[in-house]
């Protein structure tokens, strides 16, 4: 297994660019995040999924879409990017308890880094 | 709002002591804590959880001691290797959003 894999790993874009981000998973997990991470701060959710199909708005959403046509790629987009967006942006994926929702174990992937002038 | 810290951003520990890494905690309602490890370029690894209705667990070498009162949470790593130079991030959760902490650096000297 993969595990969770994430394209490109680096990426520097000048302001107003748009790009997307994919974050592909191999162990048919029902959850799929987006996190960012910036210095000296935790890991900061973007948008989630609960499965393929749907999405979600976590702490930080503004400037980002996200979609998950299949259940395997949840993918992030920036449609004008900005220098705020310049980070580590880290894709997890967790496994459905059923009722209990998600699994506490968030598997991440390698992250992206993207800076933005 | 809710948030995750720590009481040190830095920790240097001989090859072969134990570390204490140490979290705060402010949402009482959180009934979900992690430790994750993050090596430098790549994504956090889950190393143990515990759930609020425990005070402790414990894993290969490491760990997890959770103080409701004072709200704290602690990582105990055992007999600390050089591969345990890292940054350890807490995480809270009462559902389905985590909220992590920023992190401390571990670093194991020689």
């Known amino acids: 297994n993969a595990g969770v894999t994430q394209t490109p790993k680096f990426r520097v874009l000048k302001t107003g660019q748009s790009m997307t981000l994919l974050c592909a998973q191999d162990?048919?997990?029902?959850?799929m995040y987006w996190y960012r991470q910036d210095p000296g701060m935790g890991l900061r959710l973007i948008h989630y999924s609960v499965g393929e199909g749907t999405t979600a708005k976590g702490e930080v959403p503004d400037g980002y879409n996200v979609s998950r046509l299949k259940k395997q790629n949840f993918l992030l987009g920036l449609e004008s990017a900005a220098p705020s967006q310049t980070s580590v942006y880290f894709c997890?994926?967790?496994?459905?308890?059923?009722?209990?929702?998600?699994?506490?174990?968030?598997?991440f992937g390698p992250g992206t880094r993207l800076t933005v002038t | 709002g809710e948030s995750v810290g720590l009481h040190l951003p830095t920790l240097s520990v001989q090859e072969g002591d134990n570390s204490i890494i140490n979290c705060a905690y402010s949402n009482s309602a959180s009934d979900y804590f992690i430790w994750y490890k993050q090596e430098s370029g790549k994504g956090p690894q889950f190393i143990i959880d515990i759930r609020s209705n425990m005070d402790k667990r414990q894993g290969q070498r490491v760990t997890v001691l959770l103080n409701k009162t004072v709200k704290h949470l602690s990582l105990q790593i055992a007999a600390t290797q050089p591969g345990d130079s890292a940054v350890y991030f807490c995480a809270e959760t009462g559902g389905q959003n985590f909220v992590f902490g920023p992190g401390t650096r571990l670093s194991v000297l020689p």
């Open positions: 162990m048919n997990h029902e959850y």
């Open positions: 997890a994926s967790s496994y459905n308890l059923g009722v209990r929702g998600p699994s506490y174990e968030q598997y």
